[in-house]
């Protein structure tokens, strides 16, 4: 395939700005286009990685060893409350194109950076109560074992918190979504964005990021691990949606402000890692490891990662 590429540097695509290059790359534009990259990856027995925008992923400081497939579909079409979406649209694009159409449903997303749909239906993104979850009608997926695109309905997508049926069976590539929003009225969409987005301003750190690194705990969870820190959450008021914090626990940890090499837990927010100037993958995974090691010690908690690794 003339359009693959190789040895790109993958930094420059990630919010982190870390990783090294992958060994093939290519940007879809066009279904023909990604199927056809599949299908060399699998002649050239490469193997093959998808990349959205980037912003919820740590890559390899060697590289990726195999074919890394950037989704550039980018379209959006408004039909009435519909919005049909290519994967590699940008999320803060949608909420202002539903902005424009006086569309209720994805004021939840201002201020995520980078995001493509692709990668927030994958991991069912979500803030403030809201997910992708209560607002995609169908999804349309490439399957690698099949070869061909099939529909799913939201039932099919079996979304939980950040979780989905893509995110359990990598055999499915996400390449459109429908999203079903409502006729809204256009200063109470308004003022709802500018909240989130103030509220992202004052808590979100500057320095890159990857968003949220752990998952947030259900509180039934601490209950039957650390009936105290329960006690303590309830306390603090800090269960919200029956699920604490992970960057409370953090803190709660001494743990704000730790750094490995450039990689640093966050004084805005501790659920944040921040990469305060060279940080490598390295230093971020010792020091995803030492908080995950901090907090099982001190609390008999087990945290999980948000962030997803790509060629490891
Ligand atoms: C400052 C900041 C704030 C954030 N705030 C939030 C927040 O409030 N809520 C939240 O949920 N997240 C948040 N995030 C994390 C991140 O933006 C989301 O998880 C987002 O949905 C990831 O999308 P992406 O396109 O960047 O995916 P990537 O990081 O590129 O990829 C993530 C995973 O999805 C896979 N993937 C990507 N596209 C596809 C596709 N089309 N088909 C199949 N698999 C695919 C990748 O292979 C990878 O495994 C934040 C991140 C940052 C940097």
């Excluded at 998808?50 to 919820?56: A, D, K």
């Excluded at 159409?101 to 201002?110: F, M, Q, R, V």
């Excluded at 169908?138 to 099949?146: A, C, D, S």
Aim: net charge positive; aromatic share 8%; with cysteine.
């Amino acid at each position: 395939m003339d359009k693959i590429q190789e040895n790109i540097p993958l930094a420059q695509f990630t919010t982190f700005r870390i990783g090294g290059p992958a060994k093939f790359f290519i940007e879809v534009k066009e279904k023909d286009d990604l199927s056809e990259a599949i299908k060399w990856a699998k002649e050239n027995k490469e193997k093959f990685y998808i990349l959205g925008g980037g912003s919820n992923i740590i890559i390899n400081d060697k590289g990726v060893d195999g074919l890394v497939v950037r989704m550039a579909n980018d379209n959006i079409k408004i039909h009435g409350e519909r919005m049909e979406t290519q994967a590699g649209a940008v999320l803060a694009r949608a909420v202002r194109l539903a902005m424009g159409d006086n569309l209720s449903g994805l004021e939840w997303a201002a201020g995520i950076p980078r995001a493509t749909i692709g990668g927030a239906v994958r991991g069912n993104a979500g803030a403030f109560g809201s997910s992708m979850n209560d607002i995609v009608e169908t999804i349309e997926v490439f399957n690698i074992k099949k070869g061909k695109f099939e529909l799913f309905s939201h039932k099919d997508c079996c979304f939980d918190y950040r979780e989905s049926v893509f995110k359990k069976d990598n055999n499915y590539l996400i390449w459109n979504a429908v999203l079903k929003l409502a006729k809204g009225n256009k200063k109470e969409i308004e003022s709802a964005v500018n909240k989130f987005l103030e509220s992202r301003q004052n808590r979100q750190p500057k320095l890159p990021s990857a968003g949220s690194v752990f998952k947030n705990l259900p509180i039934d969870y601490l209950k039957e691990n650390n009936a105290n820190i329960a006690d303590l959450a309830n306390q603090a008021g800090v269960i919200k949606d029956g699920k604490v914090g992970a960057g409370w626990l953090i803190e709660l940890a001494g743990l704000k402000g730790k750094k490995i090499g450039g990689a640093k837990v966050s004084l805005e927010h501790a659920n944040f890692i921040v990469n305060t100037s060279q940080a490598t993958a390295e230093d971020i995974i010792m020091l995803i490891s030492y908080i995950k090691q901090q907090v099982r010690n001190r609390f008999n908690i087990q945290l999980q990662e948000e962030v997803q690794y790509l060629g490891f």
